[in-house]
């Protein structure tokens, strides 16, 4: 019930407001059947996308992102300042990821938001109000079926998949402002989110790869592409530095490369490359799609670019 609510709102933008048991019917096949239709409520699309990243921004804990998220799906007006809702957010969504409905539930949520609505210039729409409802509502049930429940764990990886997969440009939009902040990729981040979804009977990795591909060689994907390349150019060259420094060492030659080895990311992106390569998904059936994608146009422009950055390194 939770994941099909999950989808009704976030893909369809229409939902059932009353979930409540005797709405709902398990059919002998195994499906989920709901029953009385009068309190629905429908999202735009635009604001779909934001609320799904909202929900990325608590479960990695960026209060900041949330607070904005507020500010563009137009609960707050656009001058609104805040900077003081940041501490007052973190203070009710803190610990979601482990919690469960019987110690953290969307009642307490709403009890602790209240306040906030008359504290903050908050607007909040119809179905803003409906969506609480219907999770309070599925709430009570899973407290009586599992109180040991933890929703915000079973909506992260059902999120980090549509940001990860979904090729739509509001979306993609929304992974490049979540991944890419102030300047930096954020690797921890994209870490999170592929940690989530590559155990996935739905994962694709070689799929993933194509559309990321095809991302970063948009005009939207421009920005990212160019930190990209610049992050794998300074951790391959901090790379040569240490291995220099190792082979130096090993023939008695002291040469130092100290303030040349702070590469924090490197570690992170060896990481990644490796929760890749042990994705449940990359098998020898993947063996001839990865070939295509190396193949690709957009790989050896990725490759020349990297190419090119480190040969500017290396003769200036």
């Known amino acids: 019930g939770f994941q099909c609510c999950l989808r009704q709102l976030l893909e369809e933008g229409y939902f059932h407001a009353d979930p409540h048991p005797g709405n709902l019917l398990a059919t002998p096949d195994g499906k989920l059947a709901y029953l009385d239709f009068g309190m629905m409520s429908s999202v ?43 501490p007052e957010l973190t203070d009710i969504f803190g610990g979601v990821m482990e919690a469960t409905v019987s110690t953290f539930g969307f009642n307490r949520i709403i009890r602790k938001l209240s306040p906030l609505l008359y504290k903050y210039p908050f607007k909040l729409p119809t179905y803003y109000l409906l969506i609480f409802r ?11 079926l599992n109180p040991n429940f933890q929703p915000f764990n079973e909506t992260y990886p059902y999120v980090a998949q549509r940001l990860l997969t979904d090729s739509s440009p509001e979306l993609r939009t929304c992974l490049q402002e979540i991944v890419y902040q102030d300047g930096d990729i954020q690797w921890h981040v994209l870490e999170e989110l592929l940690g989530q979804v590559r155990t996935s009977r739905k994962f694709d990795i070689s799929a993933l790869l194509n559309q990321g591909l095809e991302f970063l060689y948009s005009e939207q994907g421009s920005i990212l592409r160019n930190a990209l390349v610049e992050e794998m150019v300074s951790s391959i060259e ?73 040969a500017k390194r290396m003769f200036r």
């Open 44 to 86: 735009e699309p635009s604001y779909r996308y934001r609320l799904l990243e909202s929900v990325v921004h608590i479960v990695i804990g960026d209060f900041e992102g949330l607070a904005q998220d507020y500010v563009k799906l137009d609960f707050l007006p656009p001058e609104t300042d805040v900077t003081s809702l940041i």
């Open 134 to 144: 219907s999770a309070a509502t599925l709430e009570g049930i899973a407290i009586k």
């Open 238 to 310: 901090n790379l040569s530095y240490k291995t220099l420094g190792q082979i130096t060492a090993s023939v008695g030659f002291a040469v130092n490369v100290t303030g040349k080895l702070e590469s924090p990311n490197l570690e992170r992106m060896e990481k990644i490359g490796a929760m890749i390569i042990q994705s449940s998904r990359f098998d020898l059936e993947s063996v001839p799609k990865m070939l295509e994608l190396l193949l690709k146009q957009e790989t050896q422009q990725l490759g020349q670019q990297i190419a090119s950055e480190i």
